[in-house]
């Protein structure tokens, strides 16, 4: 059974926590693609590097929990893209287009505007030269950040799940997660936290919709 979030009583505050790539934004893998043949690259070349040669997870890793920085990343990936490739900005280039899910970012507006507090919970892929929450102006839409290159911890490591808790000043009864990668869920999931799988932006929008008691009025 999962868990639910107590909505019996809509005066208490509730938590949405939310991850970034994915949910706030639209899937990106189309747009990596697109960007991979501009860049004179096979489509799959940014998804193979990144998950499929071990050096690359070992690099992606290592970024993610900050024991090295977007810009060394951007010289170590580049390499294994291809000599020809240009270390300068490469997340930053890679990421550029990937529109923002505004309907989403509507709802979390809506929900804040209603007392729920928010909390930003995102496995991070740097932040400089490229800070990808700015690039979406989102980083203030949220009342607690726990963004893992800042905290030293890493989805799905429990303790960042209890750290956002413990940020978000809620108990886990009163607090939603949402992420796009089922492999996330379960730690929270086993906090007590209501779990939300991102798979299609306008089905996660209407079932938070019913998990906080808003409804989003506009998309932007």
Request: with cysteine; hydrophobic share 50%.
């Amino acid at each position: 059974m999962p868990y639910r979030v107590n909505t019996a009583d809509r005066a208490e505050p509730l938590g949405l926590i939310l991850d970034f790539a994915g949910v706030l934004t639209a899937r990106p893998n189309e747009v990596h693609r697109a960007w991979c043949l501009s860049e004179g690259l096979a489509p799959d070349a940014w998804s193979n590097a990144l998950n499929g040669d071990p050096e690359g997870r070992r690099l992606y890793a290592a970024l993610e929990i900050g024991t090295i920085g977007q810009a060394e990343w951007n010289a170590a990936t580049a390499a294994l893209l291809g000599a020809h490739v240009n270390q300068t900005n490469l997340m930053g280039r890679a990421w550029a287009d990937v529109p923002a899910a505004r309907r989403m970012i509507a709802l979390a507006h809506t929900a804040r505007a209603a007392g729920h507090r928010l909390a930003l919970l995102s496995n991070s892929f740097g932040l400089d030269p490229f800070n990808p929450y700015e690039h979406l102006d989102i980083w203030n839409l949220f009342d607690v950040h726990v963004v893992s290159e800042i905290v030293g911890l890493a989805k799905p490591d429990p303790a960042i799940y209890e750290l956002a808790l413990e940020r978000i000043g809620l108990p886990a009864s009163q607090c939603v997660f949402v992420d796009d990668h089922a492999v996330n869920l379960p730690p929270a999931a086993a906090l007590g936290i209501t779990t939300v799988h991102a798979t299609d932006e306008a089905r996660t929008v209407a079932e938070l919709e019913v998990l906080l008691g808003v409804m989003v009025r506009g998309t932007s």
